[in-house]
């Protein structure tokens, strides 16, 4: 359970510095922390699930390699994250309106996005000792978790913090890889 905790942490960086970087310039509304959270949290626990499931469709053209495609995708997923946080680039965010279509949709788009590295990692579930709807469950969780004081709190936070966070993540996400490799082949 340790390592999908770790794993959770990891894969909620990319939603936690995007969760700041709304807050710092959205409004500063505890519904609006709680429709972030939520929202990338719910997005965060599908996403591995829909990765799961279409792993476990060509499972058994890739057991022997499983392991090793766990490393990979871990390790690109993780470096990438520790690429984008050493990155200049700022995140684009809008704020929208109180109930406006464009609040949900950029809302919606940002969880989308913030999550297909747990798509990915989705397809190493079977990996780990915890039941797949746990895992998920536990990933949409500490997500939620995350984002709703990180929205909450940014303006206090101030946004270098995301940046940290995404880095942090990454470096989590390469040495899980590596630990489920070194375990396979020792």
């Known amino acids: 359970m340790t390592a999908i905790f770790l794993l959770a942490l990891a894969l909620a960086m990319d939603a936690f510095a995007v969760a700041i970087a709304r807050g710092a310039g959205g409004e500063h509304h505890l519904r609006r922390a ?20 279409a792993g476990t469709l060509f499972m058994r053209w890739i057991e022997a390699v499983d392991h090793w495609i766990a490393f990979g995708l871990l390790t690109f997923l993780g470096l990438r994250m520790l690429w984008a946080s ?10 929208g309106v109180t109930g406006s279509r464009s609040y949900w949709l950029v809302l919606l788009a940002a969880a989308i996005a913030t999550s297909i590295d747990a798509a990915a990692a989705g397809l190493t579930l079977d990996l780990f000792d915890t039941p797949v709807w746990l895992s998920c469950l536990v990933i949409g969780v500490v997500t939620a978790a995350l984002c709703v004081p990180a929205y909450w ?34």
Request: hydrophobic share 50%; charged share 15%; net charge negative.
């Open 86 to 95: 050493f990155s200049d680039a700022e995140e684009v965010d809008e704020a």
């Open 153 to 186: 709190f940014a303006a206090r936070i101030g946004s270098r913090i995301g940046h940290w966070a995404e880095g942090l993540g990454g470096v989590v996400l390469v040495g899980l890889g590596a630990k489920i490799l070194l375990e396979h082949l020792g």
């Open 34 to 53: 709680l429709d972030t959270g939520l929202t990338f949290g719910l997005a965060q626990g599908i996403m591995p699930l829909i990765g799961w499931g």
